[in-house]
């Protein structure tokens, strides 16, 4: 009898062991199983040249993806050529998701090339950029760009800028949807200050159209800033105020500043956004007076679950609607929040 005490105990550790393998296999090891799925992902995402905010998002989501097990072909893209080639490249591999912020929201190349991958019932997420007139689109995560717009113009009035003050619009890629939403927040603010001469235009550009750049781009911005002060404004003067769609465009105008050695106190009231590492030194230099964070942490977060849920075969919850042209695309709406020197560590 005291030989088979031990040959019972090993017997029922092992029956113990059998028994939680199938529990596992039933519960938690399933769901460990299901995020480590071999799934293949592609993310492009503008590269840096369009502003160092979206190759430090591309890079965070990409390590995102790939810790939860997925296969994610990431590149960043500088043209509408570039995309449609990797777009191609895609439809050959066979992805199960798409994360997409186009360079060219507006292009018919890009919509043509997103429907014949989405033909392959490839899942497509447009992040922060919506592409539009393709019904190739599942889903759009991304802030209010016209909320965005009323947060910049909202400076205005936290700095209590006086009547008779000078205030110059210098907006944002006229091929981006966003640049009209943001346009359109701005306006919504200070449209009464300047019908009512409260606050003036100098250059008359108030318009989408006339306050709208070629591209996100600080040299494009730069440019724009000196003509509108060598063609509008005596020599010395400056606007007292310009409100600007985006940190890089801000960060143009501060460039033309520095390269007239203004001095930081005489600097006017520039408003950004994006809340980039540039910006917010900035900002803390009393340079740029504000920028707009995008909780970027909150984007990807959120992208993530989103593609997940779609491996899962589980509904993918959205918090509104916006028609794109072609359809009424879901949306996943992240708040953003005004980021002034005070906020800054």
Known sequence: MENKQPIRQKVKL???LVLAGL??????CKKTESASFDGKVGVLFPSEIYSARWEDERVSLTKALEEKGFQVYSYPIKSTGEVVSYLEEFEKEGLNALIIASVNTLS???ATALEALHAKKTYIVCYDRLQQNTDAVDLFI???SYR????LADALFVQQLPKSSTVEIIGGDALDKN??????GIWSKISLKIHSGEWKVPSGKTSFELTALDAWSKDVAAKRFIDILDTYYKKGELPDAIITASDVIAQGIVSVLDEMNIAVEKYPLITGQ????????????GKQTMTINKNPEKYIEATV????????NNAVESSTLVNNGAKQVPVIQIEVTPVYKPDIQ
């Open 274 to 285: 994006d809340n980039t590492t540039e910006s917010r030194e900035l900002v803390k230099a």
């Open 23 to 28: 529990l596992c296999s039933l519960s938690s």
């Open 305 to 312: 679950a989103a593609i997940e849920n779609v491996v899962e």
């Open 142 to 144: 991304s802030a209010s």
């Open 14 to 16: 092992f029956l113990s």
């Open 108 to 110: 018919a190349k890009i």
């Open 179 to 184: 640049a009209k939403e943001i346009y359109d």
């Open 148 to 151: 965005a717009g009323e947060i």
